[in-house]
Protein backbone atom coordinates (compact mmCIF):
# COMPACT_ATOMS: atom_id res chain seq x y z
CA UNK A 1 0.00 0.00 0.00
CA UNK A 2 1.71 3.44 -0.83
CA UNK A 3 2.20 5.45 2.02
CA UNK A 4 0.02 8.57 3.32
CA UNK A 5 1.21 11.26 1.29
CA UNK A 6 1.15 15.08 2.73
CA UNK A 7 -0.66 17.56 0.38
CA UNK A 8 -0.45 21.41 0.57
CA UNK A 9 -4.07 22.58 1.03
CA UNK A 10 -5.27 26.35 -0.16
CA UNK A 11 -8.37 28.46 -0.56
CA UNK A 12 -8.60 30.64 -3.41
CA UNK A 13 -11.52 33.09 -2.93
CA UNK A 14 -13.07 34.25 -6.00
CA UNK A 15 -16.30 36.45 -5.30
CA UNK A 16 -18.46 37.52 -1.86
CA UNK A 17 -21.27 38.68 -1.50
CA UNK A 18 -23.02 40.98 0.87
CA UNK A 19 -25.97 38.92 3.41
CA UNK A 20 -28.11 39.30 6.14
CA UNK A 21 -28.16 36.60 8.93
CA UNK A 22 -31.36 35.66 8.21
CA UNK A 23 -30.48 34.76 4.56
CA UNK A 24 -27.86 32.44 6.41
CA UNK A 25 -29.52 30.76 9.46
CA UNK A 26 -32.51 29.09 9.68
CA UNK A 27 -34.49 31.52 12.60
CA UNK A 28 -31.99 34.07 12.48
CA UNK A 29 -33.43 37.82 13.42
CA UNK A 30 -34.65 39.21 9.78
CA UNK A 31 -32.61 42.80 11.58
CA UNK A 32 -29.68 41.14 11.95
CA UNK A 33 -26.75 42.95 9.52
CA UNK A 34 -23.65 41.39 8.42
CA UNK A 35 -22.92 38.07 7.42
CA UNK A 36 -21.56 38.13 4.49
CA UNK A 37 -20.35 35.67 1.68
CA UNK A 38 -17.27 34.51 0.64
CA UNK A 39 -17.46 32.38 -2.36
CA UNK A 40 -13.94 29.71 -3.03
CA UNK A 41 -11.76 27.00 -4.81
CA UNK A 42 -9.64 24.61 -3.20
CA UNK A 43 -6.74 23.52 -3.87
CA UNK A 44 -4.79 20.22 -2.95
CA UNK A 45 -1.29 19.09 -3.64
CA UNK A 46 1.20 16.74 -2.70
CA UNK A 47 4.75 15.94 -4.28
CA UNK A 48 2.69 13.49 -6.92
CA UNK A 49 -0.65 14.40 -7.30
CA UNK A 50 -3.01 17.76 -7.53
CA UNK A 51 -6.62 18.00 -6.88
CA UNK A 52 -9.02 20.93 -7.36
CA UNK A 53 -12.01 21.19 -5.34
CA UNK A 54 -14.59 22.58 -6.83
CA UNK A 55 -14.92 25.40 -9.75
CA UNK A 56 -16.80 28.37 -9.40
CA UNK A 57 -18.61 30.66 -10.97
CA UNK A 58 -18.13 32.79 -14.12
CA UNK A 59 -18.49 36.55 -14.33
CA UNK A 60 -22.12 36.28 -16.69
CA UNK A 61 -23.41 34.19 -13.83
CA UNK A 62 -21.69 36.58 -10.83
CA UNK A 63 -23.71 39.51 -12.86
CA UNK A 64 -27.20 37.87 -13.36
CA UNK A 65 -27.10 36.47 -9.66
CA UNK A 66 -25.72 39.31 -8.00
CA UNK A 67 -22.33 38.43 -6.94
CA UNK A 68 -19.18 40.18 -6.68
CA UNK A 69 -16.38 38.76 -8.90
CA UNK A 70 -13.03 39.59 -8.06
CA UNK A 71 -10.98 37.00 -9.98
CA UNK A 72 -11.74 34.27 -12.69
CA UNK A 73 -10.96 31.11 -10.74
CA UNK A 74 -8.35 29.60 -13.37
CA UNK A 75 -6.23 32.94 -13.14
CA UNK A 76 -6.57 32.20 -9.23
CA UNK A 77 -5.22 28.95 -9.74
CA UNK A 78 -2.17 30.38 -11.98
CA UNK A 79 -1.17 32.73 -9.60
CA UNK A 80 -0.87 29.53 -7.21
CA UNK A 81 1.07 27.55 -9.76
CA UNK A 82 -1.50 25.47 -11.22
CA UNK A 83 -2.83 25.18 -14.82
CA UNK A 84 -6.58 24.52 -15.01
CA UNK A 85 -5.77 23.51 -18.52
CA UNK A 86 -3.60 20.49 -17.12
CA UNK A 87 -5.52 19.26 -13.93
CA UNK A 88 -6.27 15.83 -14.44
CA UNK A 89 -8.42 15.36 -11.05
CA UNK A 90 -11.70 17.61 -10.22
CA UNK A 91 -13.90 17.01 -6.89
CA UNK A 92 -17.51 18.26 -7.31
CA UNK A 93 -18.57 18.93 -3.69
CA UNK A 94 -22.13 19.39 -5.33
CA UNK A 95 -23.86 20.92 -8.54
CA UNK A 96 -24.63 24.17 -7.13
CA UNK A 97 -24.21 27.02 -9.71
CA UNK A 98 -20.83 28.66 -7.35
CA UNK A 99 -19.53 24.73 -7.43
CA UNK A 100 -19.42 23.62 -10.74
CA UNK A 101 -19.55 26.56 -13.19
CA UNK A 102 -16.88 26.45 -14.51
CA UNK A 103 -15.86 23.31 -15.03
CA UNK A 104 -15.28 23.78 -19.33
CA UNK A 105 -11.83 25.33 -17.84
CA UNK A 106 -10.87 21.73 -17.04
CA UNK A 107 -10.60 19.93 -20.46
CA UNK A 108 -7.99 16.93 -18.82
CA UNK A 109 -10.21 16.83 -15.80
CA UNK A 110 -12.12 13.95 -15.00
CA UNK A 111 -14.76 14.87 -12.58
CA UNK A 112 -15.81 13.41 -9.65
CA UNK A 113 -19.60 13.33 -8.02
CA UNK A 114 -21.97 11.60 -5.43
CA UNK A 115 -24.42 9.40 -7.32
CA UNK A 116 -26.88 10.69 -5.26
CA UNK A 117 -26.14 14.67 -6.45
CA UNK A 118 -26.64 13.77 -10.30
CA UNK A 119 -30.02 12.02 -8.71
CA UNK A 120 -30.63 15.41 -7.22
CA UNK A 121 -29.88 17.34 -9.99
CA UNK A 122 -31.81 16.02 -12.55
CA UNK A 123 -34.85 14.20 -10.75
CA UNK A 124 -38.08 14.85 -9.34
CA UNK A 125 -36.78 17.98 -7.09
CA UNK A 126 -36.02 20.65 -9.81
CA UNK A 127 -39.57 20.48 -10.45
CA UNK A 128 -39.81 23.02 -7.43
CA UNK A 129 -37.75 26.11 -7.22
CA UNK A 130 -36.64 26.18 -3.78
CA UNK A 131 -34.31 23.53 -4.52
CA UNK A 132 -33.50 23.94 -8.56
CA UNK A 133 -32.86 27.92 -7.99
CA UNK A 134 -29.43 27.15 -6.75
CA UNK A 135 -28.64 24.90 -9.52
CA UNK A 136 -27.65 26.73 -12.85
CA UNK A 137 -29.28 23.98 -15.62
CA UNK A 138 -27.34 24.51 -18.50
CA UNK A 139 -24.38 23.31 -16.49
CA UNK A 140 -26.14 20.56 -14.88
CA UNK A 141 -26.89 19.69 -18.39
CA UNK A 142 -23.19 20.54 -19.68
CA UNK A 143 -22.24 17.61 -16.60
CA UNK A 144 -24.19 15.14 -18.13
CA UNK A 145 -22.49 15.21 -21.39
CA UNK A 146 -19.34 14.74 -19.47
CA UNK A 147 -20.87 11.62 -17.96
CA UNK A 148 -21.49 10.49 -21.53
CA UNK A 149 -17.67 11.36 -22.35
CA UNK A 150 -16.92 8.90 -19.73
CA UNK A 151 -15.39 11.76 -17.57
CA UNK A 152 -17.22 11.84 -14.59
CA UNK A 153 -16.49 9.13 -11.85
CA UNK A 154 -19.20 8.39 -9.62
CA UNK A 155 -18.96 8.10 -5.43
CA UNK A 156 -21.78 6.00 -3.75
CA UNK A 157 -20.51 7.19 -0.23
CA UNK A 158 -17.05 7.53 0.99
CA UNK A 159 -14.25 7.07 -0.53
CA UNK A 160 -10.46 7.52 -0.85
CA UNK A 161 -9.37 9.28 -4.03
CA UNK A 162 -5.56 8.85 -2.92
CA UNK A 163 -3.13 7.82 0.14
CA UNK A 164 -4.06 10.80 2.43
CA UNK A 165 -7.22 12.41 0.56
CA UNK A 166 -11.08 10.76 0.65
CA UNK A 167 -13.88 11.32 -0.27
CA UNK A 168 -16.90 11.61 2.47
CA UNK A 169 -21.20 12.16 1.54
CA UNK A 170 -22.73 14.46 4.07
CA UNK A 171 -25.88 15.41 2.78
CA UNK A 172 -28.06 17.86 3.77
CA UNK A 173 -27.27 20.72 2.11
CA UNK A 174 -27.84 18.96 -1.17
CA UNK A 175 -29.17 15.13 -1.34
CA UNK A 176 -25.52 14.72 -2.59
CA UNK A 177 -23.32 17.10 -0.76
CA UNK A 178 -19.59 15.58 -0.22
CA UNK A 179 -16.63 17.08 1.70
CA UNK A 180 -12.80 15.94 1.43
CA UNK A 181 -10.29 15.44 4.05
CA UNK A 182 -6.72 15.86 3.61
CA UNK A 183 -3.31 14.63 5.21
CA UNK A 184 -1.68 17.65 5.96
CA UNK A 185 1.76 18.50 7.70
CA UNK A 186 -0.92 19.40 10.94
CA UNK A 187 -2.94 16.18 10.19
CA UNK A 188 -5.97 15.59 8.83
CA UNK A 189 -7.92 18.75 7.43
CA UNK A 190 -11.75 18.63 6.37
CA UNK A 191 -12.90 20.66 3.32
CA UNK A 192 -16.42 20.73 4.33
CA UNK A 193 -17.46 23.08 1.33
CA UNK A 194 -21.39 23.38 1.93
CA UNK A 195 -21.64 20.64 4.46
CA UNK A 196 -20.86 23.91 6.67
CA UNK A 197 -21.25 27.31 4.51
CA UNK A 198 -19.99 29.22 8.05
CA UNK A 199 -18.01 28.65 10.85
CA UNK A 200 -21.24 29.65 12.79
CA UNK A 201 -23.40 27.00 10.80
CA UNK A 202 -21.76 24.13 12.68
CA UNK A 203 -20.54 25.71 16.02
CA UNK A 204 -23.70 26.95 17.07
CA UNK A 205 -25.86 24.15 15.12
CA UNK A 206 -27.80 26.97 13.32
CA UNK A 207 -28.71 25.88 9.85
CA UNK A 208 -28.15 26.91 6.65
CA UNK A 209 -31.88 27.89 5.46
CA UNK A 210 -30.93 26.37 1.80
CA UNK A 211 -31.20 22.65 2.44
CA UNK A 212 -32.99 19.63 1.44
CA UNK A 213 -32.79 17.65 4.67
CA UNK A 214 -32.06 19.58 7.82
CA UNK A 215 -31.54 16.21 10.00
CA UNK A 216 -29.31 15.62 7.56
CA UNK A 217 -27.39 18.62 7.56
CA UNK A 218 -27.21 18.71 11.53
CA UNK A 219 -25.78 15.10 11.70
CA UNK A 220 -22.83 16.11 8.95
CA UNK A 221 -21.76 18.40 11.63
CA UNK A 222 -20.58 15.79 14.00
CA UNK A 223 -19.65 13.82 10.93
CA UNK A 224 -16.91 16.85 10.35
CA UNK A 225 -15.86 17.05 13.67
CA UNK A 226 -15.14 13.67 13.56
CA UNK A 227 -13.23 13.80 10.37
CA UNK A 228 -10.62 16.31 11.49
CA UNK A 229 -7.72 15.63 13.91
CA UNK A 230 -9.22 18.86 15.60
CA UNK A 231 -12.25 20.78 14.92
CA UNK A 232 -10.57 24.32 14.30
CA UNK A 233 -9.70 21.82 11.16
CA UNK A 234 -12.81 21.54 9.85
CA UNK A 235 -12.40 24.47 6.80
CA UNK A 236 -16.08 25.97 5.80
CA UNK A 237 -17.25 26.64 2.58
CA UNK A 238 -18.35 30.55 2.78
CA UNK A 239 -17.27 32.14 5.75
CA UNK A 240 -14.99 35.08 5.36
CA UNK A 241 -12.93 34.53 8.78
CA UNK A 242 -10.94 31.74 6.70
CA UNK A 243 -9.14 34.75 5.03
CA UNK A 244 -8.73 35.91 8.37
CA UNK A 245 -7.78 32.89 10.33
CA UNK A 246 -5.44 31.15 7.96
CA UNK A 247 -2.05 32.60 6.62
CA UNK A 248 -1.70 34.34 3.25
CA UNK A 249 -0.18 31.81 0.22
CA UNK A 250 2.61 33.60 -0.77
CA UNK A 251 4.05 37.16 -1.38
CA UNK A 252 1.44 39.11 -3.17
CA UNK A 253 -1.69 36.65 -2.70
CA UNK A 254 -3.18 38.35 0.62
CA UNK A 255 -6.70 38.59 0.15
CA UNK A 256 -6.46 36.09 -2.40
CA UNK A 257 -5.56 32.53 -0.71
CA UNK A 258 -4.24 31.12 2.07
CA UNK A 259 -2.75 28.23 3.97
CA UNK A 260 -4.94 25.82 5.01
CA UNK A 261 -1.95 23.62 6.17
CA UNK A 262 -1.37 25.56 9.20
CA UNK A 263 -2.77 25.83 12.36
CA UNK A 264 -5.96 28.90 12.14
CA UNK A 265 -5.67 31.73 14.59
CA UNK A 266 -8.30 31.41 17.34
Same mark, same amino acid.
Given at each position: ??????????????????????? +??I?A???? #??????? =?????????????????????? &? #???????????????R @? !??????? /?? #???????????????? %?F??????????????????????????????? #???????R????????????? &?????? !??????????????? $????????????????????? +??????? =??I??? $??????G????????????????????? /??? @??? &????? %??????????????
Amino acid at each position: MDAIEEYEVYAMRYATLARKAAD +NFIGADPHE #EGSPLDY =FVWLARSPSRTFVIDTGFDAQV &A #ERRGRKMLLAPDIGLR @R !LGVDAAE /VR #EVIITHLHYDHVGNFA %LFPKARFHLQDREMQFATGRHMTQAIFSHAYEV #EEVVGMVRQVYKGRVLFHDGD &AALAPG !LSLHHIGGHTMGMQS $VRVHTRVGWIVLASDATHLYA +NMGEVRP =FPIVHD $VGAMVEGYRRLRELADDPRHVVPGHDPL /VMQ @RYP &AAGPG %LEGVAVRLDAEPKA
